[in-house]
């Protein structure tokens, strides 16, 4: 290990509301100063020209890989991919090895995988900051650009009332941590069983925020500023039918919409399955805005990135 410990974004709580407030700023500066520009041409700073990020993956993934690899482009550095199946992870070699490794041929390490442990472990051997991808228990670099997007449709954090429908998954819970950092309010509404863990609960009532926890989703969405959902069933897990019958009344339609403040905004990380978790008129209707939260996955991204190598925050 080199000596001074690495700047990890395992969870929202490694960075503190200050650093994400930070990163925020940054990207707003940052996103509206490419306009025009070609993807992939690098930022005039080039803050991170000649770093290399791994990206390990053992979950498949779309946004979490392309917004990493086009975000490392964009401040100047490069990326690789090493999945599974094609390195020694998929042969058994420890997460701490893998760490150690990479933490000699790069300089950071971005991983999406199943198990948060894995993640810890990764963290605790690496000398290059670790960035948490997504795990089953949270999923914070998707909550940065949420709030990005939260923000740049004109809502302010502080007294925020978001509602959560359906599962109370990962995502939830990186919402509810930045609930107790960034001080707005959450109502969950989820079926029976499918609550988030009560460790995030505690979280944002400690920080003296509310969070409401209820079985209607009609009176979680009334008078909300944002409305979110997510797939009803994430990667591997099983009892589907099970768990599908259960999410029915969580589905987001144009009824529970209503019943949100009239300049409410729907967000969705994405991949959608239109006509479970949401309707087709509230997906495709003009309150989502779920394909800027996609995009703003590059521009939070970057700010993370930015952060773990100390240049802001």
């Known amino acids: 290990m080199h000596e001074g410990k690495p700047r990890h974004f395992l969870d929202l709580s490694d960075a503190g509301g ?106 605790r051997h690496a000398s290059v900051p670790v960035i948490n991808g997504l795990t ?67 979280m944002v009532r400690a920080a003296g925020q509310q969070v409401t926890l209820t079985q209607d989703a009609a009176a979680a969405a009334a008078g909300a500023d944002v409305i979110v959902t997510d797939t009803w069933v994430s990667m591997g897990q099983e009892h589907v039918h099970n768990k599908l019958a259960a999410m029915e009344p969580y589905r987001v339609h144009a009824g529970l919409m209503a019943k949100a403040k009239p300049d409410a905004i729907f967000l969705h990380c994405l991949p959608a399955h239109v006509g479970e978790e949401v309707s087709e008129e509230v997906f495709e209707g003009p309150q989502s805005v779920v394909f800027d939260e996609a995009e703003n996955r590059i521009h939070a991204q970057k700010s993370v990135l930015l952060w773990c190598f100390g240049l802001i925050g």
């Open 18 to 123: 200050n650093a994400i407030a930070a990163m925020i700023d940054d990207a707003l500066v940052r996103k509206p100063a490419r306009a025009g520009w070609p993807k992939g041409k690098s930022d005039g700073d080039a803050p991170l020209a000649g770093r290399v990020l791994a990206m390990v993956f053992e979950k498949n993934s779309t946004r979490t890989r392309v917004s990493f690899d086009v975000a490392m482009r964009q401040l100047g550095g490069s990326a690789l991919i090493v999945d599974a199946g094609t390195s020694q992870l998929g042969r058994g070699e420890s997460p701490a090895d893998t760490a150690r490794v990479l933490s000699r041929m790069c300089d950071a390490i971005m991983v999406r995988t199943d198990d948060h442990a894995k993640i810890e472990e990764m963290a």
């Open 136 to 202: 089953d228990r949270s999923h914070p670099c998707q909550i940065v650009a949420d709030l990005l997007t939260v923000i740049e449709h004109r809502k302010g954090l502080p007294a925020l009332e978001l509602a959560w429908l359906g599962d109370g998954n990962n995502v939830l819970h990186s919402i509810l941590e930045a609930a107790a950092l960034m001080k707005f309010n959450v109502r969950v509404a989820t079926p029976v069983g499918y609550e988030p863990d009560p460790e995030f609960v505690a």
